[in-house]
């Protein structure tokens, strides 16, 4: 019967978002956001025929990525994002920005070939320790639902991939296997995807910044710009804080560290030049959020 009334929710849900995106109220509120900005936060891109492994709120199929940025297009002006610093003129239509964090082999593949396909600028946000195939504890550990793990992984463990692996071991809790399109990027891959991209930092180590001491902290803000810089020639001085997790400490860090600009992954629209450089607000893209869903969120409608 749970399940029953699930699935009625789940389809009066879909019929509910269907007749809003063709109602007045989407285009009143896209008139509305003239002159703001959206930047989309993604993760992995799952090519077509694979299998979802993992966080699913993490991994979209290719399939609905690419009809996200066709329905994207029709309604906003896409930006590199080191434009979003910039006075923006009015084109009479909202603006976006795209990116991914993690550097996640499938956006860096699938994803990359929609966007080179539509000619779309998108940043991806590296975290170095994993570059060379490596895998993120999020995917890898078959985390029980329902319990406190992932919180006391990024407060007690600070987010520290060998400390939350170690923790789940003494737990218990097992680990999985990944398809390569859920594993991160080798350097010479990110190379490649670099020729449509731009790169950022997304600190060393995928650490909970907002938890690290001082030394922990410029080690994980410095370190990552020096070898972005050494290795991929489209690296840009921007951040993104992993798990979206920030302090004030942190975003001081962050400029004194070089970074033009920092984003979180949620708030939504942001202003052109926005607000707080250090902490920009971002847009999560859900893995399992629908095309209409998708569409309710760049016109405002829906938070994320």
């Not at 560290?257 to 902490?279: C, M, V």
């Amino acid at each position: 019967m749970t399940g029953a009334r699930g699935g009625v929710r789940a389809t009066a849900k879909r019929v509910a978002e269907r007749v809003a995106v063709g109602g007045r109220l989407t285009r009143l509120a896209l008139r509305a956001r003239r002159g703001e900005v959206l930047v989309l936060g993604y993760h992995n891109i799952v090519p077509d025929g694979e299998p979802i492994v993992g966080d699913r709120s993490l991994h979209l199929p290719q399939r609905r990525f690419a009809a996200q940025l066709d329905a994207l297009i029709e309604t906003h002006d896409v930006i590199p994002l080191e434009e979003l610093l910039g006075e923006g003129g009015a084109t009479g239509r909202p603006t976006a920005a795209i990116t991914f964090d993690d550097g996640y082999r499938g956006a860096m593949t699938a994803g990359v070939s929609e966007l080179a396909r539509r000619g779309l600028p998108a940043t991806v946000f590296i975290p170095p320790a994993y570059v060379g195939d490596g895998t993120f504890w999020w995917d890898a550990l078959e985390i029980p639902a329902g319990g406190d793990f992932r919180e006391h992984a990024l407060t007690a463990c600070r987010g520290e991939e060998g400390r939350v692996r170690a923790d789940a071991t003494r737990r218990g809790i097992a680990v999985r296997q990944l398809p390569s399109h859920a594993r991160c990027v080798t350097l010479d891959e990110l190379r490649q995807a670099a020729r449509h991209l731009t790169v950022g930092s997304h600190t060393w180590s995928h650490a909970n910044v907002a938890a690290l001491d001082s030394d922990a902290l410029g080690s994980e803000l410095t370190r990552p710009l020096g070898w972005l810089r050494e290795h991929v020639a489209t690296t840009i001085p921007w951040l993104a804080y992993p798990y979206g997790r920030s302090s004030a400490a942190a975003e001081a860090a962050a400029a004194r560290a070089g970074y033009a600009g920092s984003l979180l992954i949620s708030g939504g629209w942001t202003t052109r030049p926005p607000r707080s450089a250090q902490a920009v607000p971002r847009l999560d893209v859900p893995g399992e959020v629908s095309l209409d869903g998708f569409a309710l969120r760049i016109a405002g409608l829906v938070g994320g």
